[in-house]
């Protein structure tokens, strides 16, 4: 069991929670994450680590379905059943110039012990935070000490560019020769179309999968992806990878497998809560 | 002097079973156990015990049977196998103790599993193996894998006296016991009873813990203060059949489809968290237990057309007997010397397995008739394909040990005393054998123990 030591609301969906678990503290880095199970009869679900501070390990996680909004229940002093890691390949850090790091919603989480990463090499930092509006854009706060420059996108304009991350990229890619390489994560649709502009603006680019996983050690093959037509694990081979010869449309294909079970899952949560 | 047939083993209805995931084997009454161990001639050279991988002492066992002594007979196999009830249900009998029994020559062999199934299950409910150990000589071992391999090796250093702690990755216990093999042919409970025999004995337990990740090999020495370490890690990762098509939707290696199955008891949806998906019609590609589990399973989640794809014969399929013959009383479709070529799908689903027609030439180096392709080929629609061709050793532990020496298929390389190239850490059970049964990996485990107490003795003078 392992004990809800901090929580916050970040915004409606979004929660920060730290929970203590020596095990995963022990040799973490950024890009490892998580797999937790809320109960006993729970599911296994993967989160990225967003910090760790001595045998406390930060998550910050979108209340989506099922799993996560239970998560949402716990409080401060209740336990988690599950909480294994730190799973998959650190981040690649690598020998760059100067990164934009392209976060969309949550993906702002897992972007944050990377971007800190390349800072402390001393890679000059920009990043570019997306979400749907004003309230979504999270973390902005947290990043101040990191980046040398912040732009905000938001779906409606109300605040930042009123627009996705790629029209703020962009301008960036064309006019700022000194980036030689971008980071995006975020979901996978925005990894994809931020793929394509870096390669047509010759950079490098990694991205960090999320496929489905169950144990998250090499064992179901759930997680598995295609890049350039050769076959990884998600859960050990990554989550990030190069973003360039990643098969996004595949990962969607096999996210959705499963979409019109979890939404039974769902309308099960919702009635639960209403009959309590 | 003529003999008598086996006893046979009451069974549940296959159409009744088919629809369930209750266990097949119904097992022996006390009376029909006495009446089959009539039928051993307690024989003075035991061609039974030679072939048994830790040589259970078959005869003795069966005779304390007879002679109502079942705390004794209990007591007989448990020296040797501390599984018993597990073993007694899954052990590939034919090609071990029974293959050999004296009987087969002129008949029928003395149905040993079900005898030992019988002794094994009355020892679980009479508790005779829950002993607590109490001594302790203070030194502490840690063994990686909860596995057979890992259960047996800790239960003999327990015994020993060794102060024990299990590191297992999964959120349960058991290994392939747990999350492999379906309750149909294992029973969940008779894994979860033997742990906690284990528990009582003082073994000490932690899950969620990957080995290589969590804490490394060299810190459990270095940092933990661990004398002596086993990697019981098993052949985790699934092997793919490297055909076109194989990343679509729909298509499962077992271990996921089996993992939803046993160790998240996917089950319909919104019972189950972890849900599966299956269609009417399923293909499973493979001969082994695995694809016999796998084929069996689809069929109880509701699966109504369900076809193993073999690329050999009959003769050659490697799962236990009673499997094969089960899965055919359940309606199982096997297709024989077909071999996958290519899967196709409509929207990135996966919809049809096109099929290889093989013939079978001369034998290859496993002793059986390699398969030849024909060019002739089938295609068949399908909802969904499980693809059950066997297992590697995982390769967390061997990325993140420095200086542990391993084949190029990924299996821990040991001397004959089980110990790998680091000083002090044994291995054995699948991760060194590559997938192979539960009593090899149980014995494996075993004979570490006895090799890292000799080795931890030396060490002290
Ligand atoms: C390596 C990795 C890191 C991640 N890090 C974060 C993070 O830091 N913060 C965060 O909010 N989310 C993260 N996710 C996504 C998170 O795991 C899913 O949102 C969560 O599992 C949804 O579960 P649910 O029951 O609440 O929703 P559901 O309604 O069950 O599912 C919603 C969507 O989540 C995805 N999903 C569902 N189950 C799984 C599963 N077992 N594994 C992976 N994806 C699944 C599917 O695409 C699905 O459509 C990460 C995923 C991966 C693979
Ligand atoms: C579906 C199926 C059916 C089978 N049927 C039969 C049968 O009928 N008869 C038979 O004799 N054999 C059968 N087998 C084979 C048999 O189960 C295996 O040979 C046996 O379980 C191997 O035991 P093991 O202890 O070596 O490994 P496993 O049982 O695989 O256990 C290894 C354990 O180690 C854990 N682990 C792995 N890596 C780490 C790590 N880094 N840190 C911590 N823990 C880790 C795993 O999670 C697992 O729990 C079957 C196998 C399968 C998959
Ligand atoms: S352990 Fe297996 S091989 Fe040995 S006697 Fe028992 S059933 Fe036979
Ligand atoms: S070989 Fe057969 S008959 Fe002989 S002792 Fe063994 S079980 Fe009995
Ligand atoms: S999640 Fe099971 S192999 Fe990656």
């Known amino acids: 069991m392992y004990k809800i030591v901090e929580k916050k609301q970040l915004n409606k969906d979004v929660d920060f929670m730290a929970v203590e678990a020596p095990l995963v503290a022990r040799n973490a880095e950024p890009g490892h994450f998580i797999i937790l199970r809320v109960d006993k009869e729970g599911e296994r679900i993967p989160l990225t680590i967003a910090g760790i501070r001595g045998n406390l390990v930060d998550i910050i996680y979108q209340k989506m379905g099922y799993s996560t909004q239970l998560l949402g229940k716990k409080e401060v002093g209740d336990t988690i059943e599950d909480f294994v890691g730190p799973l998959g390949q650190a981040a690649h850090i690598r020998d760059k110039k100067h990164v934009v790091g392209v976060a969309g919603g949550v993906g702002s989480a897992p972007m944050l012990p990377q971007l800190k990463a390349y800072k402390a090499q001393g890679t000059k930092v920009s990043l570019i935070l997306g979400a749907r509006n004003k309230e979504y854009l999270i973390l902005k706060e947290e990043y101040a000490p990191y980046v040398d420059h912040i732009y905000l996108a938001t779906d409606d304009g109300s605040e930042g560019t009123k627009g996705l991350v790629t029209d703020v990229l962009k301008p960036l890619l064309e006019q700022d020769d000194t980036i030689d390489h971008v980071v995006a994560i975020g979901p996978v649709i925005m990894m994809k179309f931020v793929t394509m502009m870096a390669k047509a603006h010759k950079r490098s680019i990694d991205v960090s999968l999320n496929p489905i996983m169950i144990d998250g050690t090499g064992m179901c093959g759930n997680c598995r992806v295609s890049i350039a037509g050769k076959t990884y694990f998600g859960c050990i081979d990554g989550p990030d990878f190069p973003g360039e010869d990643v098969d996004f449309d595949e990962l969607m294909s096999r996210q959705s497998y499963y979409k019109d079970e979890e939404h039974v899952c769902y309308l099960k949560l919702k009635n639960e809560t209403s009959a309590t | ?461």
């Open chain 2, 1 to 461: 002097m003529k003999q008598a047939p086996r006893n046979r083993v009451q069974e549940q209805d296959p159409q009744a079973r088919s629809q369930n995931f209750l266990e097949v084997a119904l097992g022996y009454s006390l009376e029909e156990a006495r009446q089959e161990a009539l039928r051993c001639i307690d024989c003075k050279n035991p061609r039974c015990v030679q072939a048994c991988p830790v040589k259970v002492k078959i005869p003795e066992f069966i005779k304390l049977l007879l002679e109502d002594s079942l705390d004794e007979a209990f007591e007989k196999i448990y020296e040797d196998n501390i599984l018993p009830s597990i073993c007694g249900r899954v052990c590939p009998q034919e090609s071990q103790c029974e293959g050999a029994c004296i009987l087969t020559i002129k008949g029928e062999s003395v149905n040993i599993g079900a005898l030992e199934r019988f002794v094994g299950d009355y020892g679980m409910e009479h508790n005779l193996a829950d002993k607590p150990v109490k001594d302790t000589n203070g030194i502490k071992v840690a063994v990686v894998g909860s596995g057979p391999a890992g259960l047996a090796n800790a239960a003999s250093l327990r015994k020993k006296g060794y102060e024990v702690t299990i590191y297992e990755a999964l959120h349960d216990y058991g290994g392939v016991l747990k999350y492999g093999i379906p309750d149909f042919r294992l029973p969940k409970d008779i894994v979860t009873s033997e742990i906690n025999n284990l528990e009582k004995m003082g073994v000490k337990f932690i899950k969620n813990a990957v080995i290589g990740k969590s804490i490394t090999i060299e810190q459990l020495m270095k940092e933990e203060g661990y004398k002596s370490i086993f990697i019981g890690s098993g052949a985790g990762l699934p092997s793919s059949l490297g055909i076109p098509g194989e990343n679509l939707s729909g298509v499962y290696y077992a271990n996921e489809f089996l993992t939803r199955v046993n160790l998240m008891k996917s089950r319909a949806v919104p019972d189950s968290l972890t849900p599966m998906k299956l269609g009417d019609n399923v293909a499973v590609v493979g001969g082994g237990n695995v694809a016999m589990d796998a084929a069996r399973t689809a069929k109880r989640l509701g699966a109504k057309n369900v076809f193993i794809l073999y690329r050999r014969d009959k003769t050659s399929l490697p799962a236990r007997l009673d499997e094969i013959h089960h899965a055919e009383q359940e309606g199982i479709d096997f297709r024989l010397l077909e071999n996958p070529v290519e899967l196709t799908g409509e929207d990135r689903i996966v919809k049809e397995v096109k099929v290889e027609k093989m013939k079978l030439g001369e034998p290859d180096t496993s002793g059986r008739r390699r398969p030849l392709p024909t060019g002739e080929y089938a295609t068949y629609p399908i909802d969904n394909i499980i693809i059950s061709i066997g297992q590697k050793p995982n390769p967390i532990i061997k990325d993140n040990t420095m200086g542990l020496d391993t084949q190029p298929w990924g299996g821990i390389v040991t001397d004959e005393y089980l110990m790998t190239s680091i000083p002090g850490v044994f291995a054995g059970g699948d991760v060194v054998t590559g997938a192979a049964t539960v009593i090899l990996a149980m014995g494996a485990g075993k004979d570490a123990a006895h090799h890292m107490h000799e080795y931890l003795q030396t060490k002290q003078q």
